[in-house]
């Protein structure tokens, strides 16, 4: 079986291959998964307004471009005092696309006066699944184009100041509620201060992604 995961992220490939595996089982012994990037596809326009459209966005053009199923992400920190905000503006909320330090300092700014017990934040990560019409008739069902969207989401509250070197994004100064190994009486860590496994097993990009590998086994390897 041969998924494409519709980025230009290599790094993404060894997480999501993982997941699909164990939910796979015995089926994963023929999985192999490239990215958009190994298939030669230009990155489309996110032009969704929410995770969710963008994920299907991104899906939808690896699928189209390469007639094989084809799976995206698309996430982003929502913090409860901006509403909706960074949302899908997320990794260029200072303006340009990536730069992780000047988006974590323009948040600080404008969280200065923002009293400890009001920085609460999420982030959240939507998977999205889709399966061309073609490749659904080559597994002998229907040829009907399918498409499937789940959702992660992983609540914590913001710092004043980054702590930790792991991770990226917004993750130093993120502090999620959930603190997988963290010593009973030590301070609460930021996502950046947790190891990548610890990180994974509570993330948003992770459940979203575990539930999204159960719709895989269902409607690709299900009789």
């Known amino acids: ?8 992220n290599a790094g993404k490939v060894p997480e999501l291959e993982a997941v699909l595996r164990e939910a796979l089982g015995d089926d994963s012994a ?39 199923p084809a799976i995206a992400d698309d996430s982003g920190l929502i913090v409860d005092i901006l509403g909706a905000a960074p949302g899908i503006l997320s990794a260029r909320w200072s303006g340009k696309h990536g730069d992780d330090q000047a988006n974590i300092d323009l948040l600080l700014a404008q969280l200065a006066d923002i009293p400890d017990n009001q920085r609460g934040a999420r982030f959240e ?67 950046a201060e947790l190891t990548a496994e610890q ?3 509570i993330s948003h990009r992770g ?15 299900d009789k």
């Open 1 to 8: 079986m041969h998924i494409v995961l519709a980025t230009h």
């Open 30 to 68: 023929e999985l192999t998964v490239t990215t958009a990037a190994q298939e030669g596809l230009p990155d489309p326009r996110e032009t969704g307004v929410t995770f969710q459209q963008n994920a299907l966005i991104k899906a939808c053009s690896a699928a189209q471009g390469t007639g094989l």
């Open 125 to 191: 990560c939507c998977a999205a699944l889709v399966v061309p019409a073609s490749f659904m008739h080559q597994l002998g069902k229907p040829a009907k184009a399918v498409e499937v969207c789940e959702k992660g989401e992983m609540r914590g509250h913001l710092l004043r100041a980054r702590r930790g070197a792991n991770g990226f994004g917004y993750d130093p100064i993120f502090v999620p509620n959930d603190q997988p190994g963290t010593p009973a009486g030590a301070p609460p860590r930021t996502s």
């Open 199 to 201: 990180k994974d097993s």
């Open 207 to 221: 459940k979203a992604m575990r539930a999204l590998a159960l719709d895989v086994k269902r409607i690709l390897c």
